[in-house]
């Protein structure tokens, strides 16, 4: 298995690809910022369901149910960018924090507080490394 240097690029392409391919459930390597990425997007509504299956000695799994229109088959996920890469990270402070479609999206921010998202942020007066955007 090859070694990815960016995961969190990897694990939205990961659920980009899912999405696309009309699947159900999305399987990707676990880590804990990614765990809380996956947590995020289940508090706003843009998956269904997620399970962490972790093993002892292991890297452990995130299985993700996502979400479509019962009637449309449209996903719950438009986008999803990364914004922050490790080769240019990006920061914001508290009065830079983004909006994603005029509020409509969210951003996924790491900040000391933890990995939440820009209204979060704002209402924390916390800043941080924007991790991507969602909409």
Not at 37 to 49: A, E, F, H, S
Not at 54 to 68: C, H, T
Not at 88 to 97: A, E, G, S
Not at 103 to 122: C, M, P, Q, R, Y
Request: proline residues 4%.
């Amino acid at each position: 298995m090859s070694k990815v240097t960016d995961p969190i690029a990897d694990y939205l392409t990961r659920v980009r690809n899912a999405i696309m391919a009309k699947h159900r459930v999305v399987d990707i390597p676990a880590s804990g910022i990614k765990k809380e990425i996956t947590k995020l997007l289940k508090d706003k509504g843009y998956i269904l369901n997620y399970k962490f299956e972790d093993e002892v000695g292991l890297q452990g799994n995130i299985k993700i149910a996502l979400k479509y229109n019962p009637e449309t088959k449209v996903p719950a996920i438009k986008a999803l960018e990364r914004v922050s890469k490790p080769g240019l990270r990006q920061y914001c402070d508290t009065h830079n924090i983004p909006r994603v479609l005029n509020g409509l999206g969210i951003a996924i921010i790491s900040t000391s507080k933890g990995v939440i998202t820009d209204k979060e942020a704002h209402e924390m007066n916390v800043g941080g490394e924007v991790l991507c955007y969602v909409y």
